[in-house]
C-alpha cells in the first residue's frame, strides 16, 4: 500500500541521454511536487503541481520538463542529461486540508539518478 | 540569506537519552509553518512533526516535541529516550504561508544523529 512511489528507484545513464522518472501517489492529494537533493544531502524544491497546473516552477533548466497527466501521477523529463544531475530525486505529495492544519508533505522512495 | 539554519555538524546520544537538534529560521511572513523530516540510510523522507506559527502550544507527538520559540526563531526538536533507530539524518524544513497548495518547503542542510548503545 505505497503512498507516493516512483520508478524507477535506480537509474544510471550516460551523459547526453534523455530520461523520465515516474511518480504516481494514491493518497487522492491535489499537489505533487518534485525535489532534488544534491550529494550534500541539500534538498531543494524544484517544481510543484496543483491539480494538473504548474505552481511552482524553481530555477531549473529547461532540460527539466515535469508533466502531470492527472492529480494522481507527476513525471519528471530530463533532456540531455549532465553530470551535475546526478542527484537523488524525491516527489512528494501533500492536501491542503485548511489553514492551522499542517498539510504536510508526504515523500516518495526517491530516484538515485547517476549520469556516467 | 538561509531561510532555515542547521549549524550542528553531528550529534551523539546515548541510547534511552534525550536530545535536542537546533533549527534556527528567517521569515518576514507571519504565517508559517515548521517541520521536521527524518532521514534514515534508507533514503526515505519521514515526516515527525509540525508546529505552525500560530500554534498556542509546542507540538508533540510521542517522544518527539518541538521547542518552539518565535522571538527567537528557533524550532528545535527534542527527541526523549533515544533509540537505535533514531539514527539517521534530521532536517528542520519551513512552508511560508499556512496554506499547502501553492507553498514549498525550504529546508536546512540537516543533522545527523547517531545514537550510542
Known amino acids: 500500500d505505497t503512498a507516493v512511489s516512483q520508478t524507477p528507484k535506480y537509474l544510471v545513464t550516460q551523459m547526453g541521454n534523455d530520461k523520465s522518472i515516474k511518480c504516481e501517489q494514491n493518497l487522492g492529494h491535489d499537489t505533487m511536487y518534485w525535489y532534488k537533493q544534491d550529494s550534500k544531502k541539500f534538498l531543494k524544491i524544484m517544481f510543484s503541481?496543483?491539480?494538473?497546473?504548474?505552481?511552482i516552477n524553481e530555477t531549473v533548466p529547461n532540460r527539466f520538463s515535469p508533466k502531470s497527466p492527472d492529480k494522481a501521477h507527476l513525471n519528471l523529463h530530463i533532456n540531455s542529461l549532465e553530470l551535475g544531475d546526478s542527484a537523488v530525486y524525491f516527489c512528494?505529495?501533500?492536501?491542503?486540508?485548511?489553514?492551522?492544519?499542517?498539510?504536510?508533505?508526504?515523500f516518495g522512495p526517491g530516484t538515485r539518478l547517476t549520469v556516467l | 540569506a538561509q531561510k532555515i539554519t542547521q549549524t550542528q555538524p553531528g550529534m551523539f546520544v546515548q541510547e534511552k537519552e534525550a536530545v535536542t537538534l537546533d533549527c534556527t529560521y528567517d521569515t518576514s511572513d507571519p504565517s508559517y509553518g515548521l517541520f521536521w523530516y527524518k532521514q534514515p540510510s534508507s533514503g526515505e523522507m519521514i515526516f515527525l512533526i509540525y508546529q505552525g506559527s500560530y500554534d498556542q502550544q509546542n507540538a508533540t507527538e510521542g517522544r518527539y516535541s518541538l521547542n518552539f520559540q518565535k522571538a527567537r526563531k528557533s524550532a528545535n526538536l527534542v527527541i526523549s529516550a533515544s533509540q537505535l533507530g533514531d539514527s539517521a539524518m534530521y532536517f528542520c524544513?519551513?512552508?511560508?504561508?499556512?496554506?499547502?497548495?501553492?507553498?514549498?518547503?525550504?529546508f536546512g542542510k540537516g543533522i545527523t544523529l547517531s545514537v550510542r548503545p
Open positions: 524544513a519551513m512552508r511560508e504561508g499556512l496554506r499547502g497548495a501553492n507553498s514549498k518547503l525550504t
Open positions: 503541481y496543483n491539480n494538473k497546473e504548474l505552481i
Open positions: 512528494a505529495s501533500s492536501q491542503d486540508l485548511g489553514q492551522g492544519r499542517s498539510n504536510e508533505q508526504f
